[in-house]
């Protein structure tokens, strides 16, 4: 792995965590997502099931986690199996992990390996009265192909149908949304070495350079920080391409004029980070574009403001809408006719700010947790309000990450520059700028 060792004391809490919530003898079958292939002989980057690794810390494909912490024998309370190594797999793929690493990195005692999994599990399924599975409930998942979870599913039911099964995703993502320590210090991590990027590309932006360029700068930086690499599809987008939301062809020239929106972070550890800036190609805001920036800027502000223990999401996007509709009214995007007759299911603001306002961050981008569920401390969210006007051809984004606390929250991101006077001197520091006529 890249990255430090996380501290095994995460992972062997969170499995205590989970076994809390669990009915009584209950056993729980985890698998790691499968390589997925491209064409001929070729994989994807491995990246490993989220759950899995929240449990466990290992990070390597073909592992199994059994936990039965009501088991009668103690020695088959925790379990890992392992794909086994061997000299051809070391020369052609590196090193696996040993018995003693996997061991060291989760705190489990008896590791196996995989081809023992039937052998051992044998003696484990007919003491359980309820077998917990794990699948994809995220809201927005829609995946078209085959997991190697639907799979075990698929088989678990044709060999043992008498069987209880009960859905684990829903306790892991109770967990899940509320960050322990050490999860915030890798967050930490994404975040830092999402702020080295940025930083490095406010030295690089300059009329005539492409949005590849752009894309191949922050991936430079993340990588020599240890990085496994983009938290997401980066959206390097100037011009116009700022009102597609998830732009990410990233092949166009940058103009003079021009605002470019950087929706782009790492990962770190498997957590990730999730930035995004507004900035200009030229070193400078047209009156136009800093006065829609300040509008976004202040619904940020206002947003963040919210984001405390207790606020219902639901709440919280429709308090950031109204504050929107006061920007957009500003801005002369909106009129008051146009909110008298709105359709309720579409309300006006949504012509130009027509996603939410914030996600869960963690494990994964769009991180898990229930949209029903009050904030509370130890919950990470983005918080990013846009301002879209294609018949202009500008887009504005702006977004960090937010740490809810007992009293309050703390910006993850605070120390990444935001505010416009900030991003302008920095640019013009870097690249020559006279800050009257623009570039030189």
Avoid at 88 to 95: M, N, R, S, Y
Avoid at 133 to 150: F, I, K, P, S, W
Avoid at 341 to 367: C, I, N, R
Wanted: proline content about 5%; some cysteine; glycine content about 6%.
């Amino acid at each position: 792995m890249r990255y430090e060792p996380i501290d095994v004391q995460l992972f062997i809490q969170n499995r205590q965590r989970l076994y809390k919530l669990l009915k009584p003898k209950s056993l729980v079958i985890l698998n790691a997502n499968d390589p997925m292939p491209t064409n001929a002989d070729g994989t994807m980057g491995f990246k490993q099931n989220s759950d899995l690794f929240y449990l466990s810390g290992i990070d390597q494909e073909e592992t199994l986690l059994v936990l039965f912490p009501d088991h009668p024998d103690p020695k088959f309370r925790e379990l890992l199996f392992l794909r086994e190594t061997n000299e051809l797999i070391a020369v052609w793929e590196g090193e696996k992990l040993t018995k003693a690493q996997a061991t060291q990195v989760s705190g489990i005692q008896r590791i196996y390996w995989t081809h023992q999994f039937e052998l051992i599990f044998s003696q484990l399924v007919f003491e359980a009265e309820n077998v917990y599975l794990n699948t994809n409930e995220h809201a927005r998942g829609d995946a078209q192909v085959q997991t190697r979870d639907a799979r075990y599913i698929r088989d678990f039911k044709e060999r043992y149908p008498l069987h209880r099964l009960e859905r684990l995703a829903p306790l892991t993502y109770y967990l899940r949304a509320v960050k322990q320590p050490q999860e915030i210090h890798q967050l930490q991590k994404a975040i830092d070495i999402t702020r080295d990027g940025f930083l490095r590309v406010l030295n690089f932006v300059k009329p005539e350079v492409w949005e590849y360029e752009i894309e191949a700068e922050f991936i430079h930086e993340f990588t020599r920080k240890r990085s496994k690499g983009f938290a997401y599809s980066p959206i390097i987008a100037s011009g116009k391409n700022a009102c597609v939301l998830h732009y990410i062809e990233n092949n166009r020239q940058c103009k003079a004029g021009d605002i470019l929106l950087l929706d782009v972070a790492a990962e770190y550890a498997n957590y990730n980070a999730d930035l995004t800036r507004s900035i200009p190609v030229n070193g400078r805001f047209t009156p136009r574009q800093r006065e829609v920036y300040d509008a976004v800027l202040r619904v940020m502000k206002a947003a963040r403001g919210m984001l405390v223990t207790g606020t219902m999401p639901d709440a919280y996007q429709a308090e950031v809408a109204k504050i929107m509709e006061s920007e957009l009214l500003g801005l002369g995007l909106l009129t008051k006719q146009d909110i008298e007759k709105q359709d309720p299911d579409w309300p006006a603001y949504k012509k130009y700010f027509m996603h939410g306002t914030s996600h869960l961050l963690g494990l994964d981008v769009h991180d898990v947790g229930s949209r029903y569920r009050a904030f509370a401390p130890g919950m990470v969210f983005t918080c990013e309000p846009g301002i879209y006007i294609k018949e202009e051809g500008l887009g504005i984004r702006l977004e960090n990450n937010i740490l809810i606390t007992a009293d309050g929250n703390v910006d993850l991101m605070a120390h990444i520059p935001i505010e416009a006077e900030e991003i302008e001197e920095l640019m013009h520091q870097s690249i020559g700028f006279d800050k009257n006529l623009g570039s030189k």
